[in-house]
């Protein structure tokens, strides 16, 4: 019989991979971003909110659920516990070599396997968070592509279609802004990054 808890991770990592391969796939795309279309089109074509705001909502929704997902979902005490064991016996350890103690450094081998399989343990519980804040995420992407217009179509910057970035200046969002990282992705991550540090503050969870 199948154990679901030890095959939870490769399941997730599986169905991650496969989610990430759906960007592909134009009538994937195209069918989930106009479902999400029917509640996020208003916003902008009945209540003229900027794109970039938009963006704004969209990606502090994505740092609010993430966080929420990898708390409950990660066990963050035995992780923070995990790291200071390996620090410590990183520390002895590198003490022990320094000192030629070979008795003491074929004692801590074989406590650094136990040590490395508790790490691997911490890896695994982050597949499932990451598949679940795909399949939320996968949705807005979709929609932010169907929404914005082709790389090099507009030729006028509006309020529905461009931003002013530090540093780049006017642009439009569906543009390269940077190497081939268009504005749109860029002010998405700086929006997501800054609101999900408060969030993780507040819930005390720190970083991956």
């Known amino acids: 019989m199948v154990d679901l808890k030890k095959q939870g991770p490769t399941i997730a990592l599986i169905f991650t991979l496969l989610v990430m391969l759906s960007y592909s796939v134009e009538w994937i795309r195209v069918t989930v971003g106009s479902a999400m279309n029917v509640v996020l089109g208003p916003f902008i074509d009945n209540f003229?909110?900027?794109?970039?705001?938009m963006i704004l909502i969209l990606s502090g929704m994505t740092g609010l659920y993430s966080?929420?997902?990898?708390?409950?979902t990660i066990d963050y005490e035995k992780m923070q516990e995990t790291q200071a064991k390996m620090r410590v016996f990183q520390k002895e350890f590198r003490e022990a070599q320094l000192s030629g103690d070979e008795k003491r450094v074929k004692k801590l081998q074989?406590?650094?396997?136990?040590?490395?399989?508790?790490?691997?343990?911490?890896?695994?519980?982050q597949f499932t968070p990451m598949a679940i804040i795909l399949v939320l995420s996968v949705p807005i992407f979709f929609w932010l592509l169907l929404r914005l217009p082709p790389v090099g179509v507009a030729t006028a910057i509006s309020l529905q279609n461009g931003i002013v970035l530090p540093f780049i200046g006017t642009v439009v969002l569906s543009d390269f802004a940077f190497w081939i990282v268009p504005a749109w992705i860029i002010w998405y991550m700086i929006c997501s990054l800054t609101v999900s540090q408060v969030i993780r503050k507040a819930l005390n969870i720190g970083g991956l």
Not at 48 to 53: K, N, R, S, T
């Open 48 to 53: 003229g909110v900027p794109f970039f705001v």
């Open 67 to 72: 966080s929420l997902v990898q708390k409950y």
């Open 110 to 125: 074989g406590k650094q396997e136990r040590m490395m399989q508790d790490q691997l343990d911490i890896s695994r519980q």
